[in-house]
């Protein structure tokens, strides 16, 4: 299960990179 929880931290990694640049 070590891929999923890679997946969920890039995907949080990614939304928090959205409400730091919401203009992007």
């Known amino acids: 299960m ?3 929880k890679c ?3 890039i995907a949080s ?3 928090h ?3 730091l ?3 992007h």
């Open 13 to 15: 990694d990614i939304a």
């Open 7 to 9: 997946s969920i931290l």
């Open 21 to 23: 640049y919401p203009e």
């Open 2 to 4: 070590n891929g999923f």
């Open 17 to 19: 990179r959205y409400h």
